[in-house]
């Protein structure tokens, strides 16, 4: 037998195993990945419901953010409340943005 006819036989027989081993190499990362994806999934569903609930309380007039105003309705310690609203209102306007309200919350 010729060399090149040994060589394409052993790669025949190599090949579909090399396949196998990669194949089974993927299906482990892609269930990491899944699984990573998933925390991350239920990580953003978690701070999606924290503003949720923050805004159900404070945003009275129901636009999607918090005004200084809406901020101190009903809190006790109006100044440690004002301090945390200026705080987490990053661009100075006068009401905070879910995003702001996540800073807020510390999420
Ligand atoms: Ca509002
Ligand atoms: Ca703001």
Wanted: aromatic content about 2%; proline content about 2%.
């Amino acid at each position: 037998m010729k060399p090149i006819v040994i060589l394409v036989l052993l790669a025949a027989l190599i090949l579909p195993v090399e396949a196998k081993k990669k194949k089974r190499g993927n299906g482990a990362r892609d269930k990491q990945e899944e699984l990573q994806k998933k925390k991350e999934k239920a990580e953003r569903e978690r701070k999606r419901d924290a503003v949720n609930d923050f805004l159900d309380k404070k945003d009275k007039n129901e636009d999607g953010m918090v005004t200084r105003d809406e901020h101190l309705a009903g809190e006790v310690d109006k100044e440690t409340a004002g301090k945390k609203f200026d705080a987490a209102n990053k661009n100075r306007d006068r009401s905070l943005t879910r995003s702001e309200i996540e800073d807020l919350l510390g999420l």
